[in-house]
C-alpha cells in the first residue's frame, strides 16, 4: 500500500483548520488513510501516512487528504466543482507510436504559488501515481513542466535511437540509448522502451525536448522549482482510461492549491479529445440496500448528507439515489463502494460492535489448511509465491500460449482444463484486459515473469489460487477450483528440475504419481507430460515453448507445472 510523508503544517494550511496530532489520527480515516508515524524535523511535525486503498491515487498526497477531510468535515459539500478553461494549446501524437507507448493526454494549471512543501507533494504524487496506479511507470507515466519555457504547438512523436537531449540531472547531451545506460532512471525504466523500434519523445515547436517518456524529463523544461508560475502535465501509458484518470488526479490536486486548469486539444492520427476530462461519473443505489447493510438506522436524509460529506451529489427518486461523484476517481464498480463511503462519513468509531448470536462454533475450513500447508512446502523448496488476479483475457489464456481461441474442446486438443475449452467471460467488461476469469494459472506466472525481466536470475515462482470453469450442471454453470502452479525460469532449467519439485511435493503429501507423454501447444514437444494420480489426469508439466516465450517477451527458459490440489487433498495431510 501507498505511504507517504505529509507536513502538519501544510495539511491544515489546506483544510483551513488545526487540529491536535490526536485528532489527526480519525481524520486521516476519511481519507481511507492510517496514521502510520509522527515525528519533529526543523520544528515542524510530520505524519507518515498509509494509504489503505490501491484503487484511490487522488488520496496520495496532502491535497487529496485535505479536501477529503474538509468534506468529511461539512466544510464543504456534494460534488467538488473545478472550472476548466481552454488553453488553446494543441499536441500531436504520432501514429508511429501505436506499438511503442500509444497514449499521451495534457492539461496546464497556471498560477500556482509553490513553496518546498508544495513542491515535495506534486513530486510525491507524480511517483506514487506511476509506481502504484500506473505499475512502475508501465501503465502510467507523468511528467510535470514548467510551461514558460514551453512554445505549442508539442509534439508527441517517435524518435531514433541516435537523437539527443540534455536529461534532468545532467549537463551534457546524451543519445536516448546513452541514456537508457547511463542514466539512473534509465537504468531503472529502460526495459519498458528498450526493444522498441522507437524511442517516444515529447517536444515543443522549437525542437525542445520536454522529455523521453516513461523514462526522464530534460534538464531544460522539465526541472520544478518554487519559482515555477505555470505547468504543463503530461501523463503516458497504453490504456486510455488510466492515463485520464491520472491526469485528472494529478491537475485537481494542483487545483487545491489555487491552480486555474486550462484543456489541450489532443490530436491522433484518427481522432481529437480535449483533456482533462473532468465530467462527473454517475452511479444509481438502492437507498434499502444502504440501509440494511450498514445495520444503522438511517434516513434518507442521513444517507443523502453522508454521501455529500463524501464529495457525491445526490439526487433521490423513487427510493434510489442518482449520484454524481468526481472524475478523479474510477472505484465506484458496486453498490457497496457506496455503501463504504457511506460507513466512512458515519465514522466506523462510531458504530457499536453487536457480537452475532449463533448456535455454531465457527472454525477453520479444513481444505484451506491443506492449501496453506501446500504453500508452507512450496516455499520450503525455495520458491517466492506470487498473488496474481482472477481476472484475466481470452488473448492471455489462449493466443499468448499458442493455443487455439477455445470456442469448443476438440479445437483445443482436449486439454483437461489445461487450460478449460471455454472460459468465464464477462458480458460487459469495464476493460478488454480485464474480460473474462482465468481458467488455468501458468499464463498469470509467465505473465508476472514477462513484468520482472530486469530482475535477477533465477526467478522460481509459484501460486496457490482459483480458476474458474464452466459446470452445466450447477446453479451458477461455474465452478472454482483450486490449483497449484510453478514455474522455473534461469539459463539452465530443464524438465529435471520441474519433476523434482513435483515428486518432493507428492511425496510429502503422500501420493504416487506417474507422468505419460503427451502433446500441448504451449509446452515443447517431447518435453511435456501429463500428471497421473489414482488412473486420473490431474494437470501437467513441462518446458514452456519458445513460440510462448516470444509471445510474453520473456528472453530466459522457463519450466513450469500445474495440477489440481482437490484431488490431493484428504486427512491427515503432509
Not at 14 to 26: A, C, H, I
Not at 320 to 328: E, N, T
Not at 457 to 469: A, C, D, W
Amino acid at each position: 500500500m501507498p505511504k507517504f510523508d505529509v507536513s502538519k503544517r501544510d495539511l491544515e494550511r489546506l483544510v483551513g483548520k488545526e487540529f491536535t496530532v490526536e485528532e489527526w489520527e480519525d481524520l486521516f480515516l476519511y481519507a481511507k488513510c492510517e496514521l502510520d508515524d509522527v515525528w519533529e524535523e526543523n520544528g515542524e511535525i510530520y505524519f507518515k501516512a498509509d494509504s489503505k486503498d490501491t484503487n484511490r491515487p487522488d488520496l496520495w498526497s496532502a491535497e487529496g487528504i485535505a479536501r477529503q477531510v474538509r468534506w468529511a468535515l461539512g466544510f464543504e459539500g456534494g460534488l467538488p466543482k473545478y472550472d476548466v478553461e481552454e488553453s488553446g494549446v494543441t499536441v500531436y501524437v504520432d501514429g508511429k507510436l501505436k506499438d511503442v507507448r500509444p497514449y499521451g493526454l495534457y492539461a496546464i494549471v497556471e498560477g500556482l504559488s509553490l513553496d518546498e512543501e508544495a513542491l515535495k507533494q506534486m513530486i510525491n504524487l507524480q511517483e506514487k501515481v506511476a509506481l502504484t496506479f500506473g505499475r512502475r511507470r508501465r501503465e502510467v507515466a507523468i511528467g510535470i513542466f514548467d510551461f514558460d519555457k514551453v512554445k505549442p504547438p508539442i509534439h508527441y512523436r517517435a524518435a531514433e535511437k541516435g537523437e539527443k537531449f540534455v536529461p534532468l540531472g545532467f549537463e551534457e547531451e546524451l543519445t536516448l540509448e546513452e541514456i537508457l545506460e547511463k542514466h539512473e532512471k534509465g537504468r531503472e525504466y529502460g526495459h519498458l522502451i528498450r526493444d522498441k523500434p522507437y524511442y517516444p519523445l515529447l517536444v515543443d515547436s522549437e525542437g525542445k525536448v520536454l522529455s523521453m517518456p516513461p523514462i526522464i524529463n530534460s534538464e531544460i523544461t522539465g526541472r520544478v522549482t518554487t519559482e515555477t508560475r505555470n505547468v504543463f502535465v503530461d501523463v503516458t501509458g497504453w490504456d486510455l482510461k488510466k492515463v485520464m484518470l491520472a491526469l485528472n488526479v494529478v491537475v485537481t490536486a494542483l487545483a487545491e492549491r489555487g491552480g486555474r486548469i486550462k484543456s489541450v486539444k489532443v490530436v491522433y492520427p484518427d481522432f481529437e479529445v480535449e483533456t482533462p476530462d473532468l465530467t462527473p461519473k454517475s452511479f444509481e443505489v438502492e437507498l434499502d440496500y444502504i440501509k440494511r447493510l450498514t445495520g444503522l438506522e438511517l434516513s434518507d436524509d442521513d444517507v443523502r448528507s453522508l454521501l455529500e460529506r463524501m464529495m457525491y451529489d445526490v439526487e433521490v427518486v423513487d427510493g434510489k439515489a442518482r449520484l454524481l461523484y468526481p472524475a478523479f476517481r474510477d472505484d465506484i464498480m458496486h453498490a457497496r463502494d457506496v455503501l463504504e463511503d457511506v460507513l466512512i462519513a458515519y465514522g466506523y468509531n462510531e458504530i457499536e460492535p453487536e457480537e452475532p448470536k449463533l448456535a455454531v462454533q465457527g472454525r477453520g475450513d479444513k481444505f484451506v489448511e491443506f492449501e496453506d500447508a501446500v504453500r508452507e512446502l512450496m516455499v520450503g523448496f525455495g520458491l517466492q509465491e506470487v498473488m496474481t488476479f482472477n481476472l484475466t483475457n481470452r488473448d492471455n489464456q489462449y493466443k499468448r500460449m499458442n493455443l487455439p481461441c477455445g470456442e469448443h474442446r476438440e479445437e483445443c486438443g482436449g486439454y483437461s482444463n489445461h487450460p478449460p475449452a471455454e472460459l468465464v467471460e464477462i458480458e460487459n467488461p469495464i476493460s478488454p484486459k480485464w474480460s473474462a476469469l482465468r481458467g488455468w494459472i501458468t499464463p498469470s506466472l509467465l505473465d508476472f515473469l514477462s513484468q520482472n525481466t530486469h530482475e535477477e536470475y533465477p526467478q522460481r515462482i509459484f501460486e496457490v489460487g482459483k480458476v474458474t470453469l464452466i459446470d452445466e450442471g450447477r446453479e451458477t454453470k461455474t465452478v472454482s477450483e483450486s490449483k497449484l502452479a510453478v514455474a522455473l525460469a534461469h539459463p539452465r532449467v530443464t524438465f529435471t528440475e520441474a519433476k523434482e519439485i513435483l515428486e518432493s511435493a507428492m511425496r510429502h503429501l503422500g501420493f504416487e504419481y506417474e507422468l505419460e507423454e503427451t502433446d500441448h501447444p504451449s509446452f515443447i514437444p517431447g518435453r511435456v507430460g501429463r500428471i497421473i494420480v489414482n488412473g486420473k489426469e490431474i494437470g501437467i508439466i513441462g518446458e514452456i515453448h519458445p513460440a510462448v516465450l516470444e509471445n510474453w517477451g520473456i528472453e530466459m527458459p522457463v519450466a513450469a507445472f500445474e495440477l489440481f490440489l482437490r484431488p490431493l487433498y484428504r486427512e491427515p495431510y503432509l
